[in-house]
């Protein structure tokens, strides 16, 4: 069972509002990842990381920024939320290389208002 | 990144086998095959990866073509809870960002 795990789970707030969505991995992996999917749409990769203070920007422009000071912990953040946010967001981690498998978290449904 | 087409959807009976099928003709020598799926409402789960020989776990089999521009996933006993969207992605060294690019999937329906 995969140990990665995202909260909140559902988020409803207002427009203008800072949110942080969390991630937590327990597998000591370096590799870290956050994706953005709409309804009934592929996955964007909009965030990844090779481990702590590295960040890099993924396939998918986006207006959230991340951090990474520990190696458990990746936080994504949104300064001002706006109604296009409204997505799901998935962090995944990894370990280095192809040759391994990705653990995905549940997701954060994001609807803004 | 190197492209896989997949079909949109596929439908099967309960208990009968599967075959995915992805094809990946700019495949390059490094990239590494992999299959993912999701469940409604549910992160994606890894199912299985191969690099060239066909490959085997508890949950299905992989079977990749001799030069290895298509590949097959296959359920051998499919349920209702297989009922997912299959993603095959190429993992390689190609350019840009460094995680898994994930494509439209195919849309596996189970009937009962």
């Known amino acids: 069972e995969a140990d990665i795990y995202q909260t909140p789970r559902y988020l409803v707030i207002g427009t203008g509002k800072k949110i942080t969505l969390e991630c937590s991995q327990t597998m000591g992996h370096d590799k870290m990842y956050w994706y953005q999917q709409d309804p009934g749409m592929e996955l964007h990769l909009i965030h990844y990381?090779?481990?702590?203070?590295?960040?890099e920007k993924g396939d998918l422009s986006s207006e959230s920024t991340v951090s990474r000071i520990r190696t458990e912990h990746f936080p994504l953040t949104l300064e001002s939320a706006r109604p296009s946010h409204t997505s799901q967001y998935l962090c995944a981690s990894s370990e280095h290389g192809r040759d391994t498998e990705a653990f995905f978290g549940q997701g954060t449904r994001l609807t803004v208002v | 990144d190197a492209k896989t087409t997949q079909p949109n959807s596929m439908e099967s009976n309960e208990e009968e086998p599967v075959h995915l099928p992805c094809n990946h003709s700019?495949?390059?020598?490094?990239?590494?095959i992999h299959w993912y799926r999701q469940l409604p409402s549910q992160g994606p789960e890894y199912v299985i990866h191969?690099?060239?020989s066909n490959v085997n776990n508890r949950m299905a089999s992989l079977a990749i073509a001799e030069d290895r521009k298509s590949s097959t996933l296959i359920l051998h006993r499919a349920t209702l809870r297989d009922a997912a969207v299959y993603y095959c992605i190429l993992f390689g060294s190609g350019g840009g960002a460094d995680g898994l690019t994930f494509g439209k999937g195919t849309h596996l329906i189970i009937q009962p």
């Open positions: 191969g690099l060239t």
């Open positions: 700019t495949i390059s020598g490094t990239d590494y």
């Open positions: 990381s090779y481990g702590v203070n590295s960040t």
